[in-house]
Structure formats: C-alpha cells, structure tokens
C-alpha cells in the first residue's frame, strides 16, 4: 500500500472531523478523487472515527472500483467495522485486480488467518515469499508461522520461523516466537536462549522482556526474573505486558 498522505489543506480540519469534500475538483479525475478519499479514510480510521472513515472509502469504491489499492483499503476498513464478508470480497477483489501484488496479498493472507482460514493464508502467505519482487520474504514467513500457530500447527509454525532466520539471522519477531513456543511445549530453558540471542542483537522490547520473565520464573530463577519485571516496568510501563504483571497475570 502507498505510504499515507493527508489531503493538502485538510489535516487541521481532519483532526477536528471536518473537511469532509464533496465535489472533485476541475479536471480531476475519478482515480485521483479516489486516491484523496482512500487517504481520508485511513486517516480517519487511524483516529478510531470508522463511520467517518466507511464513508469515505465509499465514495472511493465508487469513484474507482478496479483500482487495487482501493479494494484492499476498504477490506481493511470494513474488517475494522466486523463486517467481514464485505472484507472478504474487498481482499478478494484486491487480490485479483493487484496482478500479484504482494503487500497486496499479504493483507488478504492475514485477514484469512484472522478469520479461521488458515491454510488458504498459509498458501498466500508463501505466494509472497516465492515472489521475486518482494523483498522482505522472512517476514512473510514468520507471518506463516503466526498464522498456522493460531490454528495449532506448532510443527510448522517453527519451520518456518526458522527458515525466517536462515534469511536474517538476528530477526527479532522470528526470536521472539521460537522462544514463544519453547516456552508453550514446556522448555523454558530453550526458551531463555532465544530471549538471550534477541535481547544480544536487538533492543528489548515489552515482548521479549515479558517472555523472559516468565520462562526465568519456570525454571526457578526469581531473581532473574525480577529482573526483567523491572526492566519491563522502567522502559515500557504504559505496555500490555507491564500490566498484565502488575495485575499478577504470569502467562
């Protein structure tokens, strides 16, 4: 998806939900009208305000209904309003209109695995990491592994987490859910390893932090374990994870 631009003109009144055009101007025409709503509409649903935002992706359809970008827009903004089978058709009509596209394809895929199908995300997703013209294959692989981890396919998952890192070795997200799974089948030793080998290579994050704890509390170390809570608490106190600690939740 192109990076997002607000309207020139509009932010102030965007960020106080008005500007909200209703003619194109001279000589524009119906893609470019629609590129300005697409943006209106990602902006809006940014700021949480979906009726705004449903609005305006819309008259984007209606303005430019074969574009890609658009369809795959209003799949994500329709997913955000639960109306999942109008997201599905969004996705699906981005998918055929995108010609292989594979950020494309990678939305699709993940509202697939959202959505409990699986495997057709699985198959998408790994139609990204074949395509030449992407070139951050490995996070489409870890996006695999996320997906058929959510349907319990654990055997899989780590196969490909592990082919993440056989592209980068030091892939943050790909440590985390080794060490994620480890931790799952009961390994909290193995677990720990990942946590040391991200945390050598990579800055911590609430995530790596909280699962440090944890698999530091299964193997008995509470000291250590301590030691990430308060690390967890000082650099990232406002995370899910710091409250799930404060409110005694250890899983």
Known sequence: MRPYVRAAGCALALMLGGCVPTHLAPGKSG??????????AIEYMKLDKLSASREFIDRALDQDPKSPTVQSTAGMIYERLGDNAKAERAYA?????????????????????????????????????????????????????????????????????????????NMAEALLQL???????????????????????????????????????????????????????TQFPSSDQARAMRSGVTR
């Open 179 to 233: 060490g994620t799974l480890a931790l799952e089948r009961g390994d909290a030793n193995a677990s720990l390893d990942f946590v040391q080998r991200y945390l050598a290579v990579n800055p911590p994050s609430p995530e790596i932090l909280w699962l440090g704890m944890r698999a530091e509390r299964k193997v008995g170390d509470d000291t250590a374990a301590a030691g990430y809570g308060r690390q967890l608490e």
């Open 93 to 169: 009509t981005a998918e055929r209109l995108g010609k292989d596209d594979p950020n494309i394809e990678n939305n699709y895929a993940g509202f697939l695995c959202r959505n409990g199908k699986a495997a057709e995300g699985e198959k998408l997703f790994l139609q990204v990491v074949r395509n030449p013209v992407y070139q951050t294959p490995e996070a489409a692989l870890v996006n695999a592994g996320v997906c058929v981890h959510g349907a319990g396919d654990d055997v899989d998952a780590e196969r490909y987490f592990r082919q993440a890192l056989t592209i980068r070795p």
């Open 31 to 40: 893609a470019d009208a629609a590129a300005v709503n697409v943006q209106l």
